[in-house]
Protein backbone atom coordinates (compact mmCIF):
# COMPACT_ATOMS: atom_id res chain seq x y z
CA UNK A 1 0.00 0.00 0.00
CA UNK A 2 1.08 4.02 -0.71
CA UNK A 3 -0.38 5.55 2.04
CA UNK A 4 1.26 8.38 2.94
CA UNK A 5 1.82 9.71 6.30
CA UNK A 6 -0.91 11.45 7.54
CA UNK A 7 -0.42 15.50 7.59
CA UNK A 8 -2.62 17.25 9.93
CA UNK A 9 -3.01 21.14 9.11
CA UNK A 10 -3.27 23.69 11.59
CA UNK A 11 -4.28 27.01 10.99
CA UNK A 12 -4.34 30.62 12.52
CA UNK A 13 -0.93 29.21 13.68
CA UNK A 14 0.35 33.22 14.46
CA UNK A 15 -0.25 33.21 18.16
CA UNK A 16 2.32 30.09 18.92
CA UNK A 17 5.78 29.57 18.01
CA UNK A 18 7.22 26.35 15.85
CA UNK A 19 8.44 25.57 19.53
CA UNK A 20 5.60 26.04 21.41
CA UNK A 21 3.12 24.47 18.70
CA UNK A 22 5.79 21.20 18.75
CA UNK A 23 4.87 20.88 22.85
CA UNK A 24 1.86 21.20 22.26
CA UNK A 25 1.50 18.54 19.46
CA UNK A 26 3.73 16.10 21.95
CA UNK A 27 2.13 16.47 24.54
CA UNK A 28 -1.61 16.03 22.73
CA UNK A 29 -0.20 13.14 20.72
CA UNK A 30 2.12 11.60 23.51
CA UNK A 31 4.50 11.26 20.46
CA UNK A 32 8.41 12.93 19.94
CA UNK A 33 8.51 15.76 17.49
CA UNK A 34 11.63 14.95 14.72
CA UNK A 35 11.27 11.03 15.89
CA UNK A 36 7.52 10.72 15.84
CA UNK A 37 6.53 13.56 13.63
CA UNK A 38 7.55 16.62 11.92
CA UNK A 39 6.32 20.12 11.72
CA UNK A 40 6.54 22.29 8.91
CA UNK A 41 5.31 26.16 9.32
CA UNK A 42 4.66 28.47 6.23
CA UNK A 43 4.79 31.98 8.35
CA UNK A 44 3.30 33.90 5.42
CA UNK A 45 0.03 32.11 5.45
CA UNK A 46 0.07 31.51 9.36
CA UNK A 47 -0.38 27.73 8.73
CA UNK A 48 1.63 24.57 10.42
CA UNK A 49 1.51 20.84 8.89
CA UNK A 50 2.53 18.13 10.95
CA UNK A 51 3.25 14.85 9.23
CA UNK A 52 3.52 11.94 11.11
CA UNK A 53 6.40 9.28 10.85
CA UNK A 54 5.24 7.13 13.14
CA UNK A 55 1.56 5.37 12.57
CA UNK A 56 -1.19 7.40 14.67
CA UNK A 57 -5.02 7.51 14.17
CA UNK A 58 -5.11 11.12 12.60
CA UNK A 59 -8.83 11.74 12.86
CA UNK A 60 -8.34 11.12 16.51
CA UNK A 61 -5.43 13.21 16.85
CA UNK A 62 -7.31 15.92 15.03
CA UNK A 63 -10.65 15.88 17.58
CA UNK A 64 -7.90 15.58 20.68
CA UNK A 65 -6.56 19.01 19.41
CA UNK A 66 -10.16 20.81 18.29
CA UNK A 67 -10.96 19.65 21.99
CA UNK A 68 -7.69 20.92 23.67
CA UNK A 69 -8.27 23.68 26.02
CA UNK A 70 -4.86 25.58 24.87
CA UNK A 71 -5.63 25.28 21.48
CA UNK A 72 -8.64 26.33 21.66
CA UNK A 73 -7.59 30.02 23.65
CA UNK A 74 -4.88 30.06 20.82
CA UNK A 75 -7.80 29.67 18.14
CA UNK A 76 -5.48 27.40 16.40
CA UNK A 77 -7.55 25.18 13.91
CA UNK A 78 -6.15 21.37 13.18
CA UNK A 79 -7.89 19.15 10.47
CA UNK A 80 -6.41 16.57 8.08
CA UNK A 81 -5.10 17.11 5.06
CA UNK A 82 -6.78 15.11 2.59
CA UNK A 83 -5.19 14.91 -0.82
CA UNK A 84 -8.26 14.20 -2.84
CA UNK A 85 -9.84 17.78 -1.74
CA UNK A 86 -9.95 21.09 -1.53
CA UNK A 87 -8.29 23.28 1.52
CA UNK A 88 -8.66 27.21 2.50
CA UNK A 89 -5.55 28.67 3.23
CA UNK A 90 -5.99 31.90 5.18
CA UNK A 91 -4.24 34.81 6.67
CA UNK A 92 -2.24 35.08 3.12
CA UNK A 93 -0.53 38.33 2.25
CA UNK A 94 -2.09 39.87 -0.51
CA UNK A 95 1.80 39.85 -2.35
CA UNK A 96 2.27 36.29 -2.08
CA UNK A 97 0.93 34.82 -5.78
CA UNK A 98 -0.37 31.70 -6.36
CA UNK A 99 2.57 29.85 -7.80
CA UNK A 100 4.25 30.89 -4.38
CA UNK A 101 1.44 29.15 -2.84
CA UNK A 102 0.95 25.84 -5.26
CA UNK A 103 4.73 25.35 -4.98
CA UNK A 104 4.36 25.10 -1.30
CA UNK A 105 1.36 22.50 -1.32
CA UNK A 106 3.09 20.75 -3.59
CA UNK A 107 6.33 19.85 -1.57
CA UNK A 108 6.00 16.39 0.29
CA UNK A 109 7.98 17.97 3.05
CA UNK A 110 5.13 19.98 3.46
CA UNK A 111 2.73 16.50 3.07
CA UNK A 112 1.16 17.98 0.02
CA UNK A 113 0.86 16.65 -3.14
CA UNK A 114 0.12 17.70 -7.00
CA UNK A 115 -2.11 21.00 -7.14
CA UNK A 116 -4.52 21.06 -9.56
CA UNK A 117 -5.60 24.84 -8.68
CA UNK A 118 -5.34 27.32 -6.76
CA UNK A 119 -8.21 30.46 -6.34
CA UNK A 120 -6.88 33.47 -4.56
CA UNK A 121 -9.55 35.47 -3.06
CA UNK A 122 -6.47 38.97 -1.69
CA UNK A 123 -9.46 40.71 -0.21
CA UNK A 124 -9.92 38.21 1.89
CA UNK A 125 -6.20 37.23 2.31
CA UNK A 126 -7.46 33.89 1.79
CA UNK A 127 -6.74 31.10 -1.32
CA UNK A 128 -8.37 27.99 -2.23
CA UNK A 129 -5.80 25.03 -3.50
CA UNK A 130 -6.93 21.92 -4.77
CA UNK A 131 -5.64 18.70 -5.29
CA UNK A 132 -5.35 16.12 -7.98
CA UNK A 133 -6.72 13.39 -7.00
CA UNK A 134 -4.38 10.76 -6.55
CA UNK A 135 -6.25 7.51 -6.24
CA UNK A 136 -7.86 8.70 -9.78
CA UNK A 137 -12.03 8.10 -8.58
CA UNK A 138 -12.94 11.59 -9.09
Not at 13 to 31: A, D, F, N, T, V
Not at 56 to 79: G, P, Y
Not at 84 to 91: G, P, W
Not at 117 to 128: C, G, H, R, T, W
Amino acid sequence: STETSPSVVFENIQGCSLKCLSMLLESISGLAVDDDFTVEVMRDINVAVATFIKSIDAEEFVQKCSQNKRVKELKITARLLELTQSIKAENIPASVSADCISAYFQSPQNGGGPVSDVQLFPEKNAAIITFCDRKGNA
